[in-house]
């Protein structure tokens, strides 16, 4: 398998823009997670899924966050307007079990 | 809430020496705990995964250990090659009102040859 699989690699995008972060996980595996990843917050979970549904959305920062999961090969994470503070690295990873977490590359946001 | 701390959180020796790395946690309701590797500018690699009613885990020169009870882990690197130079987190695991990561700050290692 590819491994978890996230696009695009980096986003530049000025402020007040919609960004779309996308990200396929490993065939077969059952969770989801998006996380975000700062110099001053480290790495924050934001929503998680389980079989397609999101179960805990708490890290979810904002309304301008939305989070989707059309299908077991596919996610999405939205971010609409986006803000200068949004600017970060956005990883997903999935899990068959819920224990082990497969990382991918991740998503380098600037917002100008 | 669960806070889960690293010390140190740099940590520069010469290629060959055996380290500690440390990991706190003031939770002990966990399900488990991961020690993951991160290069810079990469994702993170899951390294060792310890169950919470396990003491410990090994892979080739890494062992980590959980003690619950103190709210503890330990990553320990045997004989460490300039390769294992990265940025090493700790993650607990919870269950309780749906799975829940929280990550360490993490520990940044440089081993000099």
């Known amino acids: 398998d590819a491994g978890v699989i996230q696009s695009p690699r980096h986003e530049v995008t000025e402020m007040g823009q919609e960004v779309t972060l996308r990200c396929k996980p490993i065939?077969?595996?059952?969770?989801l997670f998006w996380y975000r990843q700062t110099m001053m917050r480290g790495l924050e979970l934001l929503i998680y899924?389980?079989?397609?549904?999101?179960?805990?959305d708490s890290g979810m920062p904002e309304d301008r966050f939305s989070a989707k999961m059309p299908n077991a090969s596919f996610s999405t994470l939205k971010i609409q307007p986006s803000e200068p503070r949004d600017s970060a690295v956005y990883f997903c990873?999935?899990?068959?079990?819920?224990?082990?977490?497969?990382f991918g590359a991740g998503t380098r946001l600037s917002v100008l | 809430k669960q806070e889960v701390t690293q010390i140190p959180a740099a940590l520069s020796v010469p290629e060959g020496e055996n380290l500690v790395l440390n990991c706190s946690f003031t939770?002990?309701?966990?399900?488990?705990l991961q020690w993951f590797r991160q290069d810079p500018g990469k994702g993170l690699t899951s390294l060792l995964l310890?169950?919470?009613?396990?003491r410990e885990q090994t892979s080739g020169r890494l062992n980590a250990s959980l003690d619950k009870s103190s709210g503890r882990s330990t990553l320990y690197i045997a004989a460490s090659q300039p390769g294992d130079s990265a940025t090493y987190l700790c993650?607990?695991?919870?269950?309780?009102?749906?799975?829940?990561?929280?990550f360490g700050a993490g520990t940044r290692l440089f081993v000099k040859a």
């Open positions: 899924f389980n079989n397609n549904v999101p179960i805990d």
């Open positions: 065939s077969g595996h059952n969770s």
């Open positions: 990873a999935s899990s068959p079990t819920g224990n082990i977490q497969y």
């Open positions: 993650a607990c695991l919870r269950v309780t009102g749906g799975f829940k990561t929280i």
């Open positions: 939770d002990s309701a966990i399900y488990n």
């Open positions: 310890i169950q919470s009613s396990q």
